[in-house]
C-alpha cells in the first residue's frame, strides 16, 4: 500500500522560514523523481520544485528561486523543502508528488499533473504580512 504524507506546514510571518517533509511508505522513493506543488485558494496548482532520484538535480519555478531548497534522504525515504525569505504570496497548500519528470525548469512549470501517479494530501502554509 503506497502512502506519501507532507508535513511542516503552518502560519509564519513574512520572511521567515519553514521546512516541509514528505515521507514514503510502500514506495521505493529512491527510484522516484520528486516534485512540491502548491495551490492557492481558486488558483490552478502550480509546481514549485523538483528533484530527481538521486538528488543530482534540482530545479525551481522562477517566483521561488534563491528562498527555496529541495533536497532528500533516500535512506529515510524522505524529500524537504526549506523555505526561507516566505513571502504572502508564497500561501498555499503545498504537496508532494513523485514519479514524475524532472529534467529542467520546464518540467517545474508545466508538467501535466494527472501524469504524475503518487500524490500527498497537502500541508497548509500560511504567510502573514
Known amino acids: 500500500q503506497v502512502q506519501v504524507v507532507e508535513s511542516g506546514g503552518g502560519l509564519v510571518q513574512a520572511g521567515g522560514s519553514l521546512r516541509l517533509s514528505c515521507t514514503a511508505s510502500?514506495?521505493?522513493?529512491?527510484?522516484?523523481?520528486v516534485g512540491w506543488f502548491r495551490q492557492a485558494p481558486g488558483k490552478e496548482r502550480e509546481g514549485v520544485s523538483c528533484?530527481?532520484?538521486?538528488?543530482?538535480?534540482?530545479y525551481y519555478a522562477d517566483s521561488v528561486k534563491s528562498r527555496f531548497t529541495v533536497s532528500r534522504d533516500n535512506d529515510k525515504n524522505t524529500v524537504y523543502l526549506q523555505m526561507d525569505s516566505l513571502k504572502p504570496e508564497d500561501t498555499a497548500m503545498y504537496y508532494c508528488?513523485?514519479?514524475?519528470?524532472?529534467?529542467?525548469?520546464?518540467?517545474?512549470?508545466?508538467?501535466?499533473?494527472?501524469?504524475?501517479?503518487?500524490w500527498g494530501q497537502g500541508t497548509q502554509v500560511t504567510v502573514s504580512s
Open positions: 508528488a513523485a514519479g514524475g519528470p524532472c529534467r529542467g525548469d520546464s518540467d517545474v512549470v508545466s508538467t501535466t499533473l494527472r501524469n504524475i501517479p503518487y
Open positions: 510502500g514506495l521505493r522513493f529512491a527510484d522516484l523523481n
Open positions: 528533484i530527481t532520484w538521486s538528488g543530482s538535480r534540482r
